[in-house]
């Protein structure tokens, strides 16, 4: 508004730019997207009077340094769109330029007025100049045919002579090239992009305590024995498997068997204490072994095919090597204690915190940042991120920011079991994923509503869900009390609502013995070393192995935002379907949410969203059982017994081959 | 993000504070209210981990250097709300401020520890520390009770002992005051608000051509003839008098009747051909009278208890002084003319557009600026801007802030009937009111539609509707075919749907001649001196009357988000209310939208959100025919017969005198 009688119109920003999107929190957070993608940006721009206008969207990585143009279209009632591909794992600056197309403004009044009739000697004689103004601008060959096409625009022919030049649509094109850009206006912001590489939004994780994966219940299990484990769980169909944390546990409040505060002697301790006189959080635990043997196994995860991701857990044992060597991190009251951490009702006598808000502050902030860089010079580009509610979001979103200008393919999910806000401020101040509320979301209604906020409300610009069916600290009631049943359809909606899940092994052997009245697991892992029976009777291996199968070959379900509820006609029955941009592949999910009866319900199949003619015969292939069905119409009746089998996926098919397809008809 | 070393925590903000409302474009244009009114803000404001926040809502007038604050409180899901009241017809800036309550928080984790009988020796040093810290900080009485205070808590006491002097009240309340605003954060942005006198939103405008308000065919009438009109108008109860342009008019290419292009030497030409050798923006039309004249003329509105309004046409007749003296605001042609203006299909061959974009555009945009402030120097605060959607955009938003920084109670009201998006962003930009779609909404579904729009959504913050029944441009087609009934309803929706309407004079005598197949007027006064009959048969003098009086009477019609639409069976009758905020004033209004047919509805009074009990006996007053009903339950039935009483103005008035209130009744 400090406008001076030096300042250009351009100044003023004669062309009205806003309504922009996506933009989430009018451009103070980056959205997400991934590699594959394509970015469509659209906008109100308009302009006083009746100019036509021309729009651009312009984007650069944060490497390069000249803007890129995609021209934008104008759809209706002054809204404009445009898009650019996304070929690159870095973050995209995107913003849009608009301005007056001179000479097409010239071209529809003059026609207007020629086809009225009226005269337009002097509107022959602007546009004349507006070609002129062009050819001097222009170079080379442009230049050599505006002067051409000039010559042939004789101000002494008739009115309709000239205008079969002025409005030839060479000219025109070469003109537009070449004119000057009138009223250029900028949006007054340049909108941040991350573009992370697919693993961002479509994998499934396998969570595991590294220690309970061998034989021996009187010690913890190597690595090389976790070795031994990756092809089961490759076979399984998981694409990242994510270890607890892996470092020295302290031994000051050691906790004992089920969170107990009297360990025995060989208690192992929660790796969640990290920290002792070994070493601390870029040190390995000495039973797991050494750096090299994590090296060497986080190399076999790759051979498999999978992909490493490690617990970052800012935690500190009274023993970590911090506490000595920095004992300025650490709050201390008045009588010179350190408090331990809490996260109420919880307590975590065995875990000092630090303080984010020290003097050191930026000397802790970068050490956590070393410990990051520390882990992706040894492979891991996939971070699980624990607690990251109780510590500050600024550092969060300047510690990913500064990590991934490093390593564009590091990967933060972010464990906040908090608050809605919270949970979302995470995501936009830079976690690459998150885990969500699909743990608490047992029924129809609450189940279409979650789903509905993540996959259409404006968090899909930024949050990536990662549905967890259970964790260490969290055994949901459903499968408490839900058993086998609920096992099996809780998976089948994690691995098909959302294109990342996860489970925390256990869950496929349906592990779900709890603390009376909790949703904490009994004798939980997280204190004492295991030994799992890994085939043991009732497992769901081959279950999980079938839904994993079904993702990976049915790209409709690597995406979020194609899902669509539809109706099922008993509130026990959730009915849902993915289908890929160019519908050739068409996923129906159908889960009775029931575990203790068989549901049935007419399924309402939206047959004209699919390209289906109403009498058209398709068939419903279950991809679990693999049974098939032929169709006619919208309704189909299905029977979901949780005993049997409490959960349907079906590809729909159409039957395409015709005989008037074929030579032989002919 | 470019932290440093030295960065303290404040720079990272460390409190979220984020989805800040009100708030229109995240915070690029201001919202709007009236003096009187209470800004109420909310915000998201939130922290990692467990500490309890405070949060101020700042506030300070433009002329004002220091910050006032109001305490937020938080109301639910991270969700704070404050509030501050207008007294002021000026800009405010507003933000909002948080911080940790270090001593609540304090507080709540020893309250709950010793509620779990824990050991809190070292939370009692780290409280005491903290009244500590405050004595230190306070001044006079509170640091003298503070440190009394801190004498009764004795270390050596027992925990219960100091814990009753901790959580004392008085103690709370005075560390709150003076303890240091740990981890401050401010949004980080600065909120404008404009708050403008009451008449910025309710008031009801007449609109006349002064030249047509005298006895004689073959002359204008002069300002002293218009005065001769005043009482007439003021007895109808319009609040502003609203004149089309008073000032000389051109003579080249001077419009005849019906706009012709033709005119006959004693026509008078259209007013909005501005200028001609006897002056042009800042000089009267001599046939009008001069400017003391019109001082004059102003000042007996004045004393009427009414307003003037001028009409802002930034038009140059080819005779505008401006012409001569300026060349260079005039965009010409290579052949050197100037193009004259078009709308169209709508032609001005009298009329010339300046340039806002030529090399001297500072000046004109100062010249524009020192007429509207020349006319403010002659009382005139109100200004009615004619298709402000040609000019620049940033052209009104620098215009209107220069002249509200001088006169903060001026008042332009937007004339721009253009494409939804641009009559939005003169708004934002900066326009106390706006003409609207009402003139083409005629039915029920998009009275409803477009009413939820302008009451409901975002636009309420800064678009405030001004529903004009007819203009000199357009006579709605409702009211060409639907004649008198129609005149009748669309009066009481423009005046009780909206707290700001006008009419266009004429209205009142229910002229509805058209030209053929337009929405114009035959033999417009535009174009020619008119004589009018103000008490001619038919005419609704008393009913505007009416309608004016109850406005005036009724609170609830000064507002407009207390809209609220209710239900009637009858898809002609439109059904709505308006209450005040202590129900004190509750009205009801009936439409017949049909103007050819009497209608039947059953209305569904939504008596328990007036507060009054489904058995209970309750009045319908009918304001405009003075007829009373006593009525129990939601459900009444009206008939509507437009050759009657095409609308129902109801006052709801409980039954409240009871025996029981009486002295007598003891």
Avoid at 70 to 95: K, Q
Avoid at 295 to 321: Q, T, W, Y
Wanted: proline share 6%; net charge negative; glycine share 6%.
């Amino acid at each position: 508004m400090g406008f001076t009688r030096k300042s250009k119109p351009e100044e003023w920003s004669p062309i009205i730019i806003e309504g922009v999107h996506p933009e989430v929190d009018g451009g103070r957070y980056p959205i997400k997207r991934e590699v594959g993608d394509r970015l469509v940006a659209s906008a109100d721009i308009f302009k006083e009077g009746h100019d036509v206008l021309a729009a651009v969207l312009r984007y650069r990585t944060i490497k390069e340094t000249i803007w890129h143009e995609a021209a934008m279209s104008h759809i209706d009632n002054d809204r404009w769109s445009g898009h650019f591909d996304l070929h690159e794992n870095t973050r995209y600056l995107y913003t849009i330029g608009a301005f007056t197309n001179t000479f097409e403004s010239w071209r529809q009044e003059v026609t207007k007025k020629s086809q009225a009739s009226e005269r337009i000697e002097s509107e022959l004689l602007e546009g004349r100049a507006l070609v002129e103004r062009a050819a001097k601008r222009a170079v080379e060959r442009d230049k050599t045919r505006l002067e051409a096409l000039l010559k042939q625009w004789r101000p002494s022919d008739t009115q309709e002579a000239q205008l079969g030049v002025a409005l030839d649509e060479e000219l025109s094109q070469l003109v537009e090239r070449h004119q000057e850009r009138t009223a250029w206006t900028l949006y007054d912001r340049e909108l941040e992009l991350v573009v992370d590489r697919v693993r961002a939004r479509y994998g499934a994780w396998y969570e595991i305590f590294p220690r309970s994966q061998g034989n021996n219940p009187e010690r913890g299990s190597t690595f090389q024995e976790c070795e031994k484990r990756l092809p089961a769980i490759k076979a399984m169909g998981f694409d990242v498997l994510y270890l607890t944390p892996i470092h020295p546990i302290g031994r000051t409040n050691r906790k004992g068997k089920n969170n107990s505060l009297a360990p025995t002697p060989t208690d192992p301790g929660s790796p969640y204490a990290i920290g002792n006189e070994q070493g601390g959080h870029d040190a390995v635990e000495p039973s797991l072994g050494t750096i090299d043997d994590f090296d060497r196994f986080e190399k076999a995860v790759r051979a498999e095919g999978m992909e490493l991701a490690l617990d970052f857990a800012i935690n500190c044992s009274p023993d970590h090597p911090y506490v000595k060597q920095h004992p300025e991190w650490f709050a201390r009251r008045p009588d010179g204690t350190i408090k331990y951490a809490e996260n109420p009702p919880k307590k975590y006598q065995d875990i000092y915190n630090v303080d984010f808000y020290c003097d050191d502050w930026f000397g802790l902030w970068n050490e956590m940042k070393r410990v990051i860089l520390f882990w992706a010079d040894h492979g891991v580009k996939m971070f699980r991120v624990d607690n990251p509610h109780t510590k500050p979001v600024a550092f969060w979103e300047w510690l990913i920011r500064e990590v991934q200008d490093r390593h564009p393919d590091a990967i933060f999910l972010s464990e906040a079991f908090t608050r809605p806000k919270m949970m979302k401020v995470l995501a936009k101040a830079g976690f690459t994923q998150s885990y969500t509320y699909f743990t608490w979301r047992n029924f129809k209604q609450e189940l279409t509503d979650y789903m509905t906020e993540l996959s259409r409300s404006g968090m899909k610009e930024y949050f990536r869900p990662n549905f967890f069916t259970n964790t260490p600290d969290i055994l949901p009631e459903i499968l408490q009390h839900g058993g086998r049943p609920a096992f099996k359809f809780r998976l089948v909606l994690a691995a098909t609502l959302s294109p990342s899940y996860g489970i925390y092994s256990g869950y496929e052997l349906c592990e779900n013995r709890a603390l009376p009245g909790k949703e904490e697991y009994l004798d939980s892992e997280k204190y004492e070393f295991k030994v799992w029976d890994w085939d043991r009777p009732g497992n769901l291996v081959d279950y999980v192995t079938t839904i994993n199968r079904i993702r990976q070959e049915n790209p409709a379900l690597h995406e979020l935002e194609n899902l669509e509820f539809y109706e099922a006609d008993n509130e026990h029955v959730l009915f849902y379907g993915k289908c890929t941009v160019d519908r050739r592949n068409i996923l129906l999910v159908a889960v009775n949410l029931n575990p203790f009866h068989a549901q049935e319900a007419r399924l309402r199949i939206p047959v004209g969203s699919f390209g289906i003619k109403p009498d058209e015969m398709y068939q419903l292939h279950n991809l679990i059982t693999h049974q098939r069905d032929l169709v006619k119409g919208e309704v189909y009746s299905v029977r979901l017994d949780p005993q049997a089998e409490p959960a349907a996926i079906y590809a729909v098919r159409r039957w395409t081959h015709r005989e008037q397809e074929f030579d032989y008809f002919f």
